[in-house]
């Protein structure tokens, strides 16, 4: 009996580290060969980014469906390539991989996985029953604007006051926040709203932003009537709109968020964002000490910081000092050599023969060269010593000169 052969093993191509360039016409023809999903692949970004680099560059790609088609042979044809003014080549760069997890402290870890498993015991309502405070004052605010606008006089100011109803992706979030919310106080953190509305968790006394809105998508619709009428020529024949897709995305804003933890979760029909509660709360406890760590982190790199610039500052100054007292010793040494020429002139005037009997300005010679001597005391740096001299010297400041 023949051996069975064995199946090939296919190593899977290494995710692109370098930018991939060609032109619209080769990307064109790239997306019509290879699926979208499997192309984008080859160049390191997700499927949705290739079809938004294939929009901006007007790329006509394959739509929903087209692969099962064209596989039993019924692909429509190819939409042609419109043409373009630009000549310029197509850059695509690959996606950089997000930080690999952190390994939690034991401590750390178990709180989350405390957290998680507490969060897996409850159950998002099909009713908003005693809202949170936050949410409760949503709902006040969307009321007073409505009474507002009903109790306006003036049509069209009615119509700019009056709020948009609460769709159902609207009132889910509102449930599905209010849960996560008095989950996080039941772990001993607080929800605050901020100013304009922005969300804030506060957990061990540091302060976590974050965000939960409605996914877009962009979609082509075609132009109106009025938007035909004043079309350009060359003007695409439908416009860009974004719509809402009912898909809620869950956000951390933190800059200071610790890298490795997970700061965005984006629900699927396979995975909604009921399911997601337990790990947005575990991953909200797990970060309080991390970011308290993180804050310690910074202030002691801060407190090294200024110590560092203190002693640089002193340095500085300690240089100056001692280059200041050095200009001070080289003043008194040429004072010193002065006072030495002096003297000796003054020796020498001793020396010529005078009329004692003159006077000048009421002085004789004689009491002219006493009062000499005098100065010349009185001025040497070394008459009372070296410790005198070098009295002067440590005695100079960092403002004896302002120069």
């Known amino acids: 009996m023949a051996e069975p052969e064995n199946p090939v093993q296919t190593t899977p191509k290494p995710r692109p580290t370098q930018p991939t360039t060609m032109t619209r016409e080769e990307l064109y023809s790239a997306v019509w060969t290879t699926p979208m999903s499997r192309l984008a692949e080859e160049y390191g970004i997700s499927g949705n980014g290739l079809a938004k680099i294939c929009d901006r560059e007007d790329i006509p790609y394959p739509p929903r469906g087209y692969w099962a088609q064209h596989a039993v042979g019924k692909a429509p044809k190819r939409t042609p390539l419109p043409k373009s003014s630009s000549a310029r080549s197509i850059t695509i760069g690959p996606t950089p991989l997000p930080p690999p997890p952190i390994e939690l402290p034991p401590e750390v870890k178990q709180q989350a996985d405390r957290a998680r498993a507490s969060a897996s015991a409850f159950v998002v309502p099909e009713r908003l029953l005693r809202p949170h405070a936050v949410i409760a004052s949503w709902l006040a605010e969307h009321e007073e604007k409505k009474r507002q606008a009903r109790n306006e006089r003036d049509p069209w100011m009615r119509n700019l006051y009056r709020p948009s109803e609460f769709t159902e992706t609207d009132r889910r979030k509102h449930r599905i926040l209010d849960s996560l ?223």
């Not at 406890?285 to 970011?291: I, N, S």
């Open 181 to 403: 919310f008095k989950a996080i106080e039941r772990q001993g953190g607080k929800v605050v709203r901020g100013e304009r509305g922005v969300l804030f968790a506060e957990v061990l006394g540091e302060k976590v932003e974050f965000q939960v809105r409605e996914k877009q998508k962009q979609e082509r619709r075609p132009l109106t009537d009025d938007e035909k009428r004043w079309r350009s020529p060359g003007d695409n024949g439908w416009k860009k709109e974004l719509a809402p897709t009912g898909w809620l995305v869950f956000e951390i804003k933190t800059w200071q968020w610790p890298a490795g933890l997970r700061h965005q979760w984006l629900e699927s029909e396979k995975q909604p964002m009921e399911g997601m509660l337990p790990d947005i709360l575990a991953t909200f406890v797990a970060a309080g000490p991390l970011l308290v760590q993180q804050r310690k982190d910074r202030e002691a790199a801060e407190r090294e910081r200024h110590l560092a610039e203190k002693l640089r500052y002193e340095e500085q100054q300690r240089r100056k000092r001692d280059a200041n007292r050095w200009r001070k010793f080289r003043e008194l040494a040429q004072d010193w050599r002065e006072l030495a020429t002096a003297r000796d002139f003054l020796m020498a005037l001793r020396s010529v023969a005078t009329d004692s009997s003159v006077e000048i300005d009421g002085r004789c010679v004689e009491e002219w060269i006493a009062w000499a001597e005098e100065w010349l005391q009185r001025t040497d740096p070394t008459a009372n010593g070296v410790d005198a001299v070098f009295k002067q010297v440590a005695d100079v400041s960092d403002w004896t000169y302002r120069d």
